[in-house]
C-alpha cells in the first residue's frame, strides 16, 4: 500500500534475466539487463510532475546511476555513433533524452523552475535552441553533463541527435516556437514536457516507452497553443486577486 | 487510556486580555481538550497590532527579505529562556567563538524573493471566477489530477482537497489507541529464550496507534525522539503533527514496571503550503524534531517539515488566579462603580493543562528540502541542512541565518553530489559533520573559515571493487550520521550496513555491522520499487555501547559493540503481549529454511521501520513502524 516508483510487472522478467545471468553470465544478457535499467532509470527520472517536489537526492542518484551505464556502454562500443537504422535510433533517442531530462529535472528544482500556470511554458527551446541554431555556443547544453567523463565522440553524436530533434521541433510547430519566444520573461520552463511530447509526436515507432509516458503528461504539441490560452487566462485570474 | 495531563471540557479560558482574533495552534484536534491546543494567552501583537503571525502558523506576516527589516529580531515575545539576553544582542553569545566574524546571509545572495512560497491565508478566500474561467481551470486541475474545491478556489486550494487534510481533522492516530492496547503491566512476561545482541531481554512494552488495516497517510510516523532526560518523548507525522508523550512516575505499587508513556501534548506543528511561483504543494511532513535541554519549567522543540523550522514550547499550567476584582467569575467585566470590597486573587489549582505555543519561525532560508537540523552545544545556535546547503541559526533570531556550507555547482548540470544529513558535535560547538549521498563524511571547523566548503576531515572508505554494481553508489549514500554521546565516534547509515567511524581516522571505519545483507542479491527489484531510496535512521544507546538502526517487515537490528554480537527483533501486533519478550528474527538467506525463519522473498517491503530512539539514560527503545510506536524495554530481573 505504501509501494513508491512503478509497479511494473516485469519483475518476473527483471529475476529471469538475472537468472539467466547467474546461470550463462554472456555478455547479452549483461547488456540486456543493462539496457533494461537504463530504461527503468529514465522513467523514473520523467516521472517528476507530481504536485509534490520531487526529492533531489534521488534524482541524482539515478542520474548518476544512468550516466555510470552509459559510460560502461561508451566503453563496450556499444554506445554508437548516429546510425541511420531505426534499430540503432532506438537507444540513442534514449541516450539523448537523458541528459535532457537530467538537466530538466535538477533544473526544474534548483533554477526555480516552471510554474504549472506560468505563461512561459517552454523556455528551454529558447536558451536551447539559440546556441544550437547559431551553432557558436561555447557550451552546448546537450554534452555539458558529461563534459567531465565523455570522450570528445560522445559530443558528436549527442550534437547530431539533438540537432534532428530540434529540427522536428522547429518544423513542426513553427507558430508555437513564436509564441514561446515572445514570452521571454524569466528562465521559467518545463523543458523535459514538451521535448518529450515533441519526441513522441516525431517517433512514434521506437520510443514508444516514453511516449507512453508522455501521454500522461500535457505533451502534444498540438495543444501547446490552448494551454498556453488556459494558462493565460488563469493568471489573469489569480493575479487580480 | 488516560489522556495524561490534559484538561478535559471545563470551563472556557479566561484570557487576560481580549485578543482581535482567537488564535489556536491546532483548530482541527479540538475534541481533545481545546483548552490545551490554544495558543498562550500571552500572545503579543505585533507592531501592526495583529495577533501574532506564529499562532497561525505560517502565512499572515509576509517574509521580508533581511535587509529590509528595520527592528531587530522579531515581534513575538522573547524567549523566556534566555536570561538578559535581547534580541539585538543576541549575536554575542556563541557567535563569538574564536575566530573571523562569520560573515551575515546579506553577503550570500539571499534567494529571490520570487522563490518564496507567498503567503497563504488561513481562510482561503473563495475567489470568484467566471465561468470560462471556471472551465479552464477545471481543464487543468482534471489534467494534474488535482481535485478541484467546491468553493471554486484557485488551484492552490484544490491542492489541500487529499486525503491528508481529511485525515488530519481526525485526532492523530497516536492518540487513538484503544486503551487495551497500552500495556496493562501486570501479569508475568514470557519467558522466551535469551536475547542474542545483548545480555538483557528486551520486551514490550507499549504500543501507540490504531490498529486500522488501511493507514492514513497523514498518520505515518516520520519522527522520533527522546528528549535529554528522556521524559518525554516525541514522535512527528506526515499530517505535520507532533504528539509528545511523557513517562508517569515510577509506581511504588508496581515496583517491577518503569514509567510508561502516555500522552502529554498533541498540537499541529505544519501545515501545507502551495509555492505559487513552483505550483508545487510544500509538504507538512515533520523530517525531523530536535529538543533543545531545558533551562526552566518549560520544554522547547524544534521541528522542521521542508522548508520550515519552528521552535515551540511546551508548558504546563496547573494554576489559576482567582478572585479578580474587575471581572467577576464568568469573566465579565465589573462595573468599577458597583465593587464595595477588593480582595487579592489568590492562586487555585486547577486541571493540568499543556499548552504548546511557536514562540519562532525560521522560514524562507532553504531552497532544497531540509533534512537535517541539529542543536549545538552552545545551546544557542542550531544548524539546518538540506540537499545542498547549511544554515547556521541562532535560536533567538529568526530573520537572518549563516549559510556555512554550500555545495550547489554554479552550473546545476554537473550536480552529483547532496548533502543527506548534518550534526553538530555534541560537546564541541564549532565541529559539525554532513554525509553525501556519494558515501562520504565531511567534518568542519567553524572556525577555520566563515564558509566551511572545505572540510576539515574527509571520511571516506575505499571502495570494493569486487562488490562494484550498478547501485554501489546508491547503496553506499549515507541517510543518517550521528555522533556518539562521547563524541569521540560517529555513526553512518548506508543502506545496507551501519558503520562507526572514530574522528581521528579518515581512512575506514573501525567497525562495519551487516542489517540485511541478505538484500544484496534483490537490489534490482528494490531499485525498482524504490525501496532502494529508503531512508533509515540509526540511533547510539546511552552508554555508546550499543546501536540500533530499522530494517523491512518491521524487524529492527541491535549491535552491542562490545560483545559483538546483534539481534533481530520485530515490532507487531503478534508480540505484544504485556512484557512479552521479544524473540529474535532470523531470515534465511538460500537454501533450506528453519522453522521460525522468514524467507526474504516473504519479506514484507512495505513494513519499514525508519525511525527509532534510544532513551539517554535507561534501556528503553521508541520504534516507529509506520502508523504505530512501539516501545520496548529491557526486562527487570
Redesign the interface.
Known amino acids: ?8 510487472k516485469c ?1 518476473g522478467h ?2 529471469d534475466v ?1 537468472g539467466a545471468l547467474a546461470g550463462l553470465k554472456t555478455v547479452s544478457s549483461y547488456s540486456l ?2 539496457q533494461s ?1 537504463l530504461d ?1 532509470s529514465l522513467v ?1 527520472l520523467q516521472l517528476c510532475h507530481m ?3 520531487p ?4 534524482s ?2 539515478i ?3 544512468v550516466r ?2 552509459q559510460e560502461e556502454m561508451t566503453q563496450d562500443g556499444t554506445w554508437r555513433a548516429v546510425a541511420p537504422q531505426a534499430a540503432g535510433r532506438a537507444p540513442l533517442d534514449r541516450l539523448v533524452s537523458t ?1 535532457i531530462l ?2 530538466a529535472a ?2 526544474q ?10 505563461n512561459g511554458h517552454t523556455q528551454g527551446p529558447v536558451s536551447d535552441l539559440c546556441p544550437v541554431t547559431s551553432a557558436q555556443a561555447p557550451r552546448h ?1 546537450q554534452s ?2 558529461w ?2 567523463d565523455g570522450p570528445r565522440e560522445n559530443r558528436g553524436s549527442f550534437h547530431k541527435s539533438l540537432d534532428q530533434i530540434f529540427e522536428t521541433l522547429e518544423t513542426k510547430n513553427p507558430s508555437c516556437m513564436e509564441e514561446l519566444f515572445s514570452d521571454v520573461d ?1 528562465p ?1 520552463y518545463d523543458l523535459d514536457t514538451v521535448l518529450t511530447g515533441m519526441m513522441a509526436a516525431a517517433r512514434p515507432g521506437p520510443c514508444e516507452g516514453l511516449a507512453g509516458l508522455a501521454a500522461a503528461t ?1 505533451g502534444p504539441s498540438s495543444s501547446c497553443k490552448s494551454d498556453l490560452g ?2 493565460d ?2 493568471v489573469e ?2 493575479v487580480e ?1 | 487510556m488516560r489522556d495524561g495531563g490534559v484538561s478535559g471540557p471545563g470551563p472556557p479560558r479566561r484570557r487576560v486580555r481580549p485578543q482581535p482574533r482567537p488564535s489556536r495552534s491546532c483548530p482541527r484536534v479540538g475534541a481533545f481538550g481545546g483548552a490545551s491546543l490554544q495558543g498562550s494567552a500571552r500572545r503579543t501583537p505585533d507592531h501592526y497590532g495583529r495577533p501574532s503571525a506564529e499562532g497561525r502558523g505560517l502565512g499572515l506576516r509576509p517574509p521580508t527579505p533581511a535587509t529590509l527589516r528595520s527592528r531587530p529580531g522579531v515581534p513575538s515575545s522573547p524567549s523566556p529562556a534566555a536570561p538578559g539576553q535581547g534580541p539585538g544582542s543576541a549575536g554575542a553569545g556563541a557567535l563569538d567563538a574564536p575566530g573571523p566574524p562569520l560573515h551575515p546571509a546579506a553577503s550570500r545572495p539571499v534567494p ?1 524573493v ?2 518564496r512560497p507567498l503567503p497563504v491565508p488561513r481562510r482561503r ?1 473563495a ?1 470568484t ?2 465561468r ?2 471556471r472551465r ?2 477545471g ?2 486541475l482534471k ?2 489530477k ?1 481535485a478541484p474545491r467546491r468553493a471554486g478556489a ?2 492552490a486550494a484544490a ?1 489541500a482537497e487529499r486525503s491528508a487534510v481529511a485525515a488530519r481533522r481526525r485526532l492523530p492516530g497516536l492518540l487513538r489507541s484503544p486503551p487495551s492496547r497500552a500495556a496493562a503491566m501486570a501479569g508475568a512476561g514470557g519467558g522466551g529464550c535469551p536475547a542474542g545482541g545483548n545480555d538483557f531481554q528486551w520486551c514490550f512494552s507499549q504500543v501507540k496507534g490504531a490498529i486500522d488495516e ?2 492514513a497517510e497523514a498518520d ?1 510516523i516520520s519522527t522520533v525522539e527522546f528528549n535529554y532526560s528522556g521524559d518525554l518523548l516525541a514522535t512527528g507525522d506526515k499530517g505535520g503533527r507532533v504528539v509528545i508523550f511523557q513517562r508517569e512516575q515510577e509506581n511504588k505499587s508496581r515496583p517491577h514496571s518503569r514509567g510508561e508513556y502516555n500522552v502529554y501534548s498533541t498540537f499541529q506543528s505544519h501545515e501545507p503550503e502551495f509555492d ?8 507538512e511532513k515533520i523530517n525531523k524534531i530536535r529538543w533543545l535541554p531545558q533551562q526552566n519549567a518549560a520544554h522547547f522543540l524544534l521541528s522542521t517539515n ?1 522548508k520550515t523550522i519552528k521552535l515551540w514550547k511546551i508548558s504546563e499550567r496547573d494554576k489559576r488566579a482567582e478572585g479578580y476584582n474587575l471581572k467577576d467569575e464568568d469573566g465579565r467585566l465589573r462595573d468599577p462603580f458597583r465593587i464595595t470590597a477588593l480582595r487579592v486573587p489568590i492562586l487555585k489549582p486547577m486541571d493540568l493543562m499543556v499548552e504548546a505555543s511557536p514562540r519562532r519561525i525560521f522560514a524562507n532560508a532553504h ?3 531540509i533534512n537535517s537540523i541539529s542543536v549545538n552545544s552552545d545551546h544557542e545556535t542550531y544548524l539546518s541542512a538540506d ?2 546547503r547549511i544554515n547556521l541559526w541562532h535560536l533567538e533570531i529568526t530573520d537572518r541565518s549563516f549559510n556555512i556550507v554550500d555545495i ?1 555547482p554554479a ?8 548533502i ?1 544529513a548534518a550534526e553538530f558535535h555534541p560537546h564541541q560547538c564549532n565541529v559539525f559533520v554532513y554525509s553525501s ?1 556519494k558515501g562520504t563524511i565531511r567534518l568542519c571547523d567553524m572556525r577555520s573559515s566563515a564558509l566551511c566548503d572545505r572540510h576539515s576531515k574527509f571520511f571516506e572508505e575505499p571502495e570494493d571493487p569486487s562488490s562494484r554494481s ?2 554501489s ?2 547503496i553506499s ?1 549515507i541517510s543518517d550520521v550521528k555522533f556518539s554521546h562521547s563524541g569521540r565516534y560517529m555513526m553512518t547509515r548506508d543502506y545496507l550496513s551501519v558503520k562507526v567511524w572514530d574522528l581521528n581516522m579518515e581512512s575506514r571505519p573501525v567497525e562495519t555491522h551487516q542489517v540485511h545483507e541478505y538484500l544484496r542479491s534483490k537490489l ?2 528494490l ?5 532502494i ?1 529508503d531512508k533509515f535512521e540509526c540511533c547510539w544507546n546511552g552508554s555508546d555501547s550499543a546501536i540500533m538502526t530499522g530494517s523491512y517487515n518491521n524487524f529492527f537490528r541491535m549491535f552491542d559493540r562490545d560483545t559483538r554480537r546483534d539481534v533481530t527483533l520485530e515490532a507487531s501486533r503478534e508480540s505484544s503481549k504485556p512484557r512479552a519478550s521479544l524473540k529474535p528474527r532470523k531470515v534465511c538467506t538460500g537454501g533450506k529454511r528453519k522453522k521460525d525463519e522468514i524467507s526474504v522473498d516473504s519479506l514484507d ?2 513494513k519499514k521501520i525508519l525511525h527509532t530512539a534510544w532513551h539517554p539514560a535507561d534501556n528503553v527503545i521508541a520504534v516507529a513502524a ?1 502508523n504505530n510506536l512501539y516501545i520496548f524495554q529491557d526486562k527487570i530481573n
Not at chain 1, 526529492?55 to 534521488?58: A, I, P
Not at chain 1, 528544482?109 to 506560468?118: N, S, V
Not at chain 2, 505559487?276 to 509538504?283: G, V
Not at chain 2, 552550473?411 to 547532496?418: D, F, Y
Open positions: 500500500m505504501f509501494a513508491r516508483g512503478l509497479k511494473r519483475v527483471e529475476e538475472e539487463q543493462r535499467l527503468m523514473k504536485l509534490v517536489e526529492n533531489l537526492c534521488r541524482v542518484l542520474a548518476n546511476t555510470q551505464i541528459e537530467c538537466r535538477w533544473e528544482e534548483g533554477a526555480h523552475p516552471a510554474p504549472g500556470l506560468g547544453p555539458s553533463v563534459e567531465m524569466s521559467y500535457p488556459e494558462l487566462h488563469v485570474i489569480l486577486t | 529571490p520570487a522563490c478566500r475567489m471566477v467566471n470560462a474561467g479552464a481551470l481543464a487543468i489534467r494534474e488535482i484557485a488551484a491542492g488501511d493507514v505515518v505559487y511561483l513552483k505550483s508545487l504543494e510544500i509538504e521542508d531552497t532544497y528540502h540537499d545542498l550547489k552550473n546545476m548540470e554537473e550536480l552529483t553530489e547532496v543527506t549521498s550498478f547501485f553508489e546508491i549514500s534490482c527489484s531499485y525498482e520499487n524504490d525501496c531510496f517491503f512495505n509506520t
